[in-house]
């Protein structure tokens, strides 16, 4: 069973971006091995033929244990580039939800 599920959207399937997707992936399950999926959606907001820059969105869960979800979104023209910003996004929240935990004191000791 693979931990990545990809829903292409409005977006042609491409097994670059697939393959890609993959690859960034391992440093998020890295990061938080409790991780039991990665949920990556894809959507293309402005189209190519309509006016203006094409534009898709990127948005990636990662669902962790006791519903303790991260979810990050990216818009823009270069796909990969939202990948890549979607993903340190999610970093950033599971390294600041690590500062959290280590700044609360143990129930079990006195202040």
Not at 60 to 77: I, N, T, Y
Request: without cysteine; aromatic residues 4%.
């Amino acid at each position: 069973m693979s931990l990545v599920h990809i829903e292409w959207g409005n977006l042609e399937r491409s097994e670059a971006i697939e393959q890609y997707v993959h690859e960034r992936s391992e440093k998020l399950f890295l990061h938080a091995p409790g991780a039991t999926k990665l949920v990556v959606h894809f959507q293309i907001i402005n189209p190519v033929h309509s006016a203006g820059v094409p534009t898709q969105k990127v948005s990636m869960e990662l669902r962790l244990p006791k519903h303790q979800d991260v979810r990050a979104e990216e818009e823009g023209s270069d796909l990969y580039r939202g990948i890549r910003e979607t993903k340190k996004a999610i970093l950033a929240q599971l390294e600041g939800r690590k500062q959290v935990s280590r700044v609360r004191p143990d129930p079990g000791t006195e202040a």
